[in-house]
């Protein structure tokens, strides 16, 4: 779950309603109204220094009442409610901020910005679209919108908008490594590896590259760069205190783990994982009381959810959304690729759009733990109609005119019940993969600052318990919600768990599921080009190699 930092709304003010005022004053009907208007935000500015949040709040909605096209105040209203703890009612200004877009490429890109947080995905398309018609627009405009692309999960527009901006001047080594990220995502394999040693040569010790290149294909003998890595290595300051720097050396340990892993060199292999782990480990402490806390809670709700007077249908017709959940690597990526390859179903990616809808609904605004917690607290009295109906509104122009689009993001495993009472037509569909493989699958990922539950080997464990734990309960107390499909046997049987995938969804059967390798759609995933294999046995069985080194895991998880 992304955690969205809203900033101190004091200094904003100051910047935005008392900044350059020349950018907006085309939109004041008379100078006795841009005199009047002007003199509410300084009174909003007082009151917020002064402390008095509800007074500048007041004063604020008088503002943006009186001037429904000034962006900046709305923005700063929006985000005075959502400090404020009114995280639904704070989308009423933005949506009013996108019916008079200004031309200022910055506030809008903000605006959308401020609406993907609050689930109103529709409203920042319209803002990037606007801002699409710009002409001749400067780089870090098209970078801008190129990351909110990729945000809303549109990776071909993404792609294209940041080779515009490289084209445009954009030169710093993120930009090339997102472009080598989005080329790789959409196909195009070859020219990512062109791009990423191109980063490499400019930038020797940019670890992103690093990762990205040896993650982009099997390392083999003739062709690899273990010897840059260790001389990065070598150069790194080993005991460096600084999080950065310490990041960047994870990064490096684990490109030497996964060149000398596809080299076949398992003895040098672990050292670098386990170093690179330790340190992340140590950047990313891992919050087990958080992760049962969320357990108990949507265990303890799920009844009452159940039971919910509030769960009616969402009068909307459409696409319908296809779920696949599971603990991560439980190859939720692969059976996306084979059911998006039907010719009636579309891949949404992996989307946060259900949790997005249900924060809203329930009128808590995303806030890790402690927000997951309320939400859960509130959601048996909550309207499900509504859920199932801002979260359909919202999602199915990723459809892209198929009957069917799938949601693929395997932590809403924790969603089950909620999306059961929100969307009871929906199909849901349940990765199961054997222990051991998919908890090493997590171990040896490197998936940054986030899942910090992936970098040692007991709170691994502890996270695949809670996870299974919660299956097996939705499984006993909501019997048929979901259909469980085995990764070994959709990859040494596919056509007999296809069978029944389809037949589970509605869904006639096609040959093309059985041949994802064919499938052209993007895949914004770190297991982009594996997917684009044909389906194949290998990723079974392969912590077995390391054995010895995973007696700890082993042991916890039995």
């Known amino acids: 779950m992304r955690v969205v930092r809203i900033p101190d709304c004091a200094p904003r003010l100051a910047g935005l309603l008392l900044g350059d005022r020349s950018k907006y004053s085309h939109q004041m009907n008379t100078s006795d109204h841009a005199s009047a208007h002007q003199r509410l935000r300084e009174q909003a500015i007082r009151q917020i220094r002064s402390d008095q949040p509800e007074a500048a709040q007041a004063t604020l909605e008088i503002l943006v009442r009186q001037a429904p096209q000034d962006t900046p105040a709305c923005l700063e209203l929006a985000d005075l409610m959502y400090r404020r703890g009114q995280f639904r009612a704070s989308s009423e200004p933005l949506l009013q901020a996108s019916e008079h877009l200004p031309r200022h490429a910055p506030l809008v890109l903000q605006l959308a910005d401020h609406l993907t947080v609050r689930g109103e995905v529709l409203a920042a398309r319209k803002c990037l679209d ?36 490289l084209k445009a001047g954009a030169d710093d080594p993120g930009q090339h490594h997102m472009h080598a990220m989005l080329l790789q995502f959409t196909g195009c394999d070859e020219q990512a590896r062109v791009e990423l040693e191109k980063c490499l040569q400019r930038w020797p010790h940019f670890g992103d590259a690093a990762m990205a290149l040896v993650n ?39 490109a030497r783990f996964k060149t000398l892993d596809d080299l ?29 806390a969320v357990t108990e809670a949507l265990i303890g709700a799920s009844a009452k959810i159940k039971d919910a007077k509030h769960a009616s249908d969402p009068d909307f017709q459409g696409p319908v959304p296809i779920f696949i959940v599971g603990m991560p690597r ?12 039907h010719s009636q179903v579309a891949s949404a990616g992996e989307i946060n759009d259900f949790l997005r809808q249900l924060h809203w609904v329930a009128d808590v605004a995303p806030g890790g733990v402690q927000g997951m917690l309320e939400s859960i607290r ?39 019940a909620l999306i059961r009472r929100a969307l009871p037509h929906a199909p849901i569909i349940h990765m199961v993969r054997e222990p051991m493989d998919v908890c090493f699958s997590n171990f040896k990922a490197m998936f940054g600052n ?27 107390t909501l019997p048929g919600a979901m259909l469980e499909v085995s990764y070994a046997q959709l990859v040494r049987e596919p056509d007999v768990a296809m069978r029944r995938v389809l037949e589970h969804c509605g869904l006639d059967i096609e040959q093309d599921c059985l041949h994802p390798e064919r499938n052209p759609l993007p895949v914004a995933t770190p297991s982009s080009t594996q997917v684009r294999e044909p389906i194949h046995t290998r990723s079974i069985g392969q912590w077995r190699q390391y054995a010895e080194q995973l007696e700890p895991l082993r042991r916890a998880l039995s």
């Open 330 to 341: 439980s190859g939720t990526t692969l059976l996306d690729r084979m059911l998006s390859s």
């Open 216 to 254: 982009l294909r099997r390392q083999s003998a003739d062709s690899n760069v273990l010897d840059h890595i260790e001389a990065q290595l070598h150069r790194l300051p080993a005991e460096s205190r600084d999080p950065d720097e310490q990041f960047v050396r994870a990064e490096f340990e684990y």
């Open 264 to 292: 076949g060199r398992v003895d040098e292999a672990w050292p670098s994982l386990a170093r690179c782990n330790a340190i992340m480990h140590a950047l990313n402490p891992n919050d087990a009381t958080g992760e049962a």
């Open 130 to 165: 606007f801002l699409s018609q710009a002409p001749d627009p400067p780089a870090e405009l098209l970078t801008g919108q190129a990351n909110m692309r990729f945000r809303l999960g549109e990776v071909v527009k993404a792609r294209e908008l940041l080779q515009r901006a």
């Open 378 to 416: 509130r959601s048996p009295e909550i309207d499900f109609g509504l859920l199932g109906s801002r979260y359909l509104e919202q999602t199915q122009w990723r459809a892209r005119g198929c009957g069917y689009y799938v949601d693929k993001l395997p932590t809403n495993i924790q969603m089950i």
């Open 450 to 476: 986030i899942s910090a539950y992936s970098y040692d080997m007991l709170a691994l464990a502890h996270f695949y318990r809670q996870y299974r734990l919660l299956a097996a309960h939705w499984s006993a």
